[in-house]
């Protein structure tokens, strides 16, 4: 007898790592009779993929686990069970803890140990408390099924590809080389056939992802060390896919053969997150961050040089401990210079464990909350000076879904703007020269120029490539 397939619902919290790793989970489970679910009240197992970057998102788990431990009572009072587990980066630091705060919770499991799952839901069935959150000596991604044409099918045109994992840079204030554990590299060959699975499922855009991509050193067949850039271009080769992006780089690592790759490889978009944290070398010292703000605009010049048009975003932390009104400055005087088109800023969160938490002068509550509103208005006049200096431009779009309104489709500029536009759904899937003719709300107005994808798409950029800029001066 066949038993009814069980649903699988993954709530996932924190980085674009634990949305692949959600899919892989899912993927994992599939032979073994589960299936995913969109509606976490009719699931039998629950899992929390979780975050431990910052206090609050690793608190919110918690808060959930409390939900659904309502949620179990409901149902074993209807006599069906509910089995709840906890992956990811909270999974990986609290261990036992987490068991110990919400007895309710059947397995906790690390992010190295995914392509056990169905071993440890087989014996938390049979009733036993599993905790693993070991770094086991084999590679999951030597384990875990190969991403399927079926399943990828349904994850649209753009998809996320992990290309390395962990971190060995050590921030000051970073929890991430104790919860991913330290660097590696998926090889060469695995990539590419996921990567060509992809295509084959009609995806058009990879994002690759790594806590420290550009230090990716994968093995290639030949037991030979491949670097970032000459991955990009092994799969750019690959039929169907026209756009290549990576995420998160780190300034030290970014080697003169990646730069050279954003020179030589159209289908790399020119859009780089490149995070730096502050503008005061005194806090990037603290911070451990192995590089000053002089090197950094170095590296800058050198990735602008290599490509023109390419635009940056940022992650930067407000509140470090010991920051000064004088230093922070220095990190406003860094965005003047650099002119982000955008970036993600944060109040320092202490976190357990890391020796920024150790430091004396940790700043108040009120100082970071000023400082957030400061750099974010900041940010947000270079975010609409950029989205205003790509009006009169014609950016390759690639179109991918049904408009707001009948007869109309949106789309992503190489800057990962969203674009709006008329034109028919049969346009999806393409990547079409779009006339950008204004600035909306989070999003840019466009005109389809031809509706036939041109042979170089990426390029695209009508006028000789001129840069679209952030505005008038650069450097301050
Ligand atoms: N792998 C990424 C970092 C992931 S965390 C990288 O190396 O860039 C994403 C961002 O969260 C970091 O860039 C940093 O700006 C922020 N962050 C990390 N730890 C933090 C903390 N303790 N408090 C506040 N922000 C933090
Ligand atoms: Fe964290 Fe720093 Fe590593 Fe990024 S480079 S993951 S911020 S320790
Ligand atoms: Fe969060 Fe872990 Fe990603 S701490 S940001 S889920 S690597």
Redesign the pocket.
């Known amino acids: 007898m066949t038993q009814a397939p069980k649903k699988l619902f993954i709530k996932t919290y924190g980085?674009q790592m634990n949305v692949y790793d959600s899919d892989r989970m899912a993927d994992a489970l599939a032979p073994h009779g589960y299936e995913p679910t969109a509606d976490m009240l009719d699931a039998d197992l629950v899992v929390l993929n979780t975050c431990h970057?910052?206090e609050k998102a690793s608190e919110k788990v918690f808060s959930e686990l409390g939900r659904l431990r309502d949620l179990r009572e409901e149902r074993r009072a209807e006599g069906r069970d509910l089995m709840i587990g906890v992956a990811g980066c909270v999974a990986q630091a609290e261990g036992e803890e987490i068991v110990r705060r919400a007895p309710a919770v059947d397995l906790v499991f690390g992010p190295q140990s995914y392509h056990r799952l169905p071993e440890l839901v087989a014996r938390a069935h049979n009733g036993a408390k599993v905790v693993d959150t070991e770094f086991p000596a084999e590679d999951k991604f030597d384990h875990l099924p190969a991403a399927k044409k079926e399943v990828t099918l349904a994850r649209g045109l753009t998809a996320f590809l992990t290309v390395q994992e962990g971190?060995d840079?050590f921030?000051t204030?970073?929890?991430?080389p104790y919860t991913r554990g330290t660097e590696t590299s998926r090889k060469v060959e695995q990539v590419l056939t996921e990567a060509r699975n992809l295509a084959a499922a009609g995806v058009r855009e990879l994002t690759l992802l790594g806590?420290?991509v550009n230090a990716y050193h994968g093995l290639d067949a030949a037991g030979r060390s491949m670097d970032l850039g000459e991955l990009c271009f092994r799969l750019a080769e690959i039929p169907g896919i026209a756009r290549i992006r990576y995420t998160?780089s780190?300034p030290l690592d970014m080697s003169d053969a990646l730069i050279e790759a954003h020179r030589d490889l159209p289908a790399l978009m020119p859009y780089l997150h490149l995070?730096v944290?502050s503008g005061s070398d005194r806090i990037l010292k603290a911070m451990n961050r192995r590089h000053t703000t002089r090197q950094y605009h170095e590296i800058i010049a050198r990735i602008r040089d290599a490509r023109p048009d390419l635009a940056l975003s940022g992650?930067?932390?407000v509140g470090f401990p010991g920051e000064t009104d004088a230093d922070f400055e220095d990190t406003l005087n860094l965005v003047r210079t650099v002119r982000y088109a955008s970036a993600?800023t944060?109040?320092?969160?202490?976190?357990p464990g890391?020796p920024?938490a150790d430091l004396p002068d940790q700043i108040d509550e009120a100082v970071k909350v000023d400082r957030l509103a400061q750099l974010n208005a900041l940010i947000a006049e270079h975010t609409r000076d950029f989205a205003q200096s790509c009006v009169g431009k014609v950016l390759p779009v690639l179109i991918e879904k049904p408009g707001r309104n009948a007869g109309q489709v949106g789309g992503r500029s190489p800057y990962l703007q969203a674009v709006h536009m008329d034109g028919p759904t049969r346009l999806i899937g393409q990547i079409l020269p779009v006339r950008i003719v204004a600035v909306g709300n989070n999003s840019l107005k466009g005109e389809i120029v031809t509706e036939s994808e041109p042979n170089s798409v990426s390029l695209g950029l009508s006028d000789g490539r001129t840069p679209p800029s952030a505005g008038a001066a650069q450097g301050a």
Not at 346 to 351: T, V
Request: hydrophobic letters at 30%; aromatic letters at 18%.
């Open positions: 980085c970057i910052r971190c840079k921030c204030f970073c929890v991430v806590q420290n998160t780190h995070p944290q992650d930067f932390i993600f944060f109040k320092y969160s202490m976190r890391t920024g």
